[in-house]
């Protein structure tokens, strides 16, 4: 059974620092791994989509990579703004049905 | 193109009353799902559709839950009778199965439930 899981659960950090977010997955057999944001009472927004053949997906100030013989996943966030405050979740793909397996997220706050 | 759309976006219910949620996926998007989000939580699959036929429900409580897709286009997710533990947002998401991305998720706003 896929596992996803997303330390830390919560991540506070001064405005301009980079960061980083991990994501790591028990099960390497994956079709793709998604990475969103959910602003607080809002739906999952899609940032960066990497399929099981690639490395790394790049948006703007964001870069997501892929490691799956070790079951990881990082994302990147260069350059941090207060807008960059969210909850981000990571989600992998797997198995015959291709179901999306999410992590439980971590809580970003950016401070001015 | 227009995104995910759900309503209603918040239901307040007491206990043992039904309730039904309605999705209208991106145009085009034959794969769709609902997924069960409890506050603190990652979202959790309740059922997935490909087109109008059932793909994944093994986490579906089916004594009380049911959704269906009709014409494969829309969709309803009905809870009766309501528990006090079914209190969450209720995700809808789709998905084009051809096409040079295949397999981004596109998330609606969602449809908070309250039961009390």
């Known amino acids: 059974k896929q596992e996803v899981t997303q330390i830390p659960a919560a991540l506070s950090v001064p405005e301009g620092e980079n960061l980083v977010l991990n994501c790591s997955f028990t099960?390497?057999?994956?079709?793709?791994l998604q990475w969103f944001r959910q602003d607080p009472g809002k739906g999952l927004t899609s940032l960066l989509l990497?399929?099981?053949?690639?490395r790394e997906q790049t948006s703007g100030r964001l870069n997501a990579s892929l490691d799956k013989s070790s079951g990881r996943s990082t994302l990147y966030i260069a350059a941090s703004q207060p807008g960059d405050s969210a909850t981000y979740l990571c989600?992998?793909?797997?198995?015959?049905?291709?179901?999306?397996?999410f992590g439980q997220g971590t809580r970003l706050t950016i401070n001015p | 193109e227009a995104g995910v759309a759900q309503s209603p976006r918040y239901k307040i219910i007491e206990k043992r009353q039904s309730v039904a949620f309605w999705c209208n996926p991106i145009?085009?998007?034959?794969?769709l799902y609902w997924y069960q989000q409890i506050l603190g939580q990652g979202p959790k699959l309740l059922i997935q559709?490909?087109?109008?036929?059932?793909?994944?429900d093994s986490q579906l409580p089916k004594d009380r839950f049911s959704a269906e897709r009709l014409k494969g286009v829309d969709s309803t997710l009905k809870i009766q009778p309501a528990k006090l533990e079914d209190s969450a947002v209720y995700l809808c998401?789709?998905?084009?199965?051809?096409?040079?991305?295949?397999?981004?998720?596109?998330f609606g706003e969602g449809s908070r439930l309250t039961v009390l």
């Open positions: 998401a789709s998905r084009r199965v051809r096409g040079p991305v295949t397999g981004e998720l596109f």
């Open positions: 559709f490909q087109n109008n036929g059932v793909v994944d």
């Open positions: 099960d390497s057999a994956i079709y793709n």
């Open positions: 145009s085009g998007h034959a794969t």
């Open positions: 990497i399929q099981s053949s690639q």
């Open positions: 989600a992998v793909r797997a198995g015959g049905a291709q179901k999306l397996v």
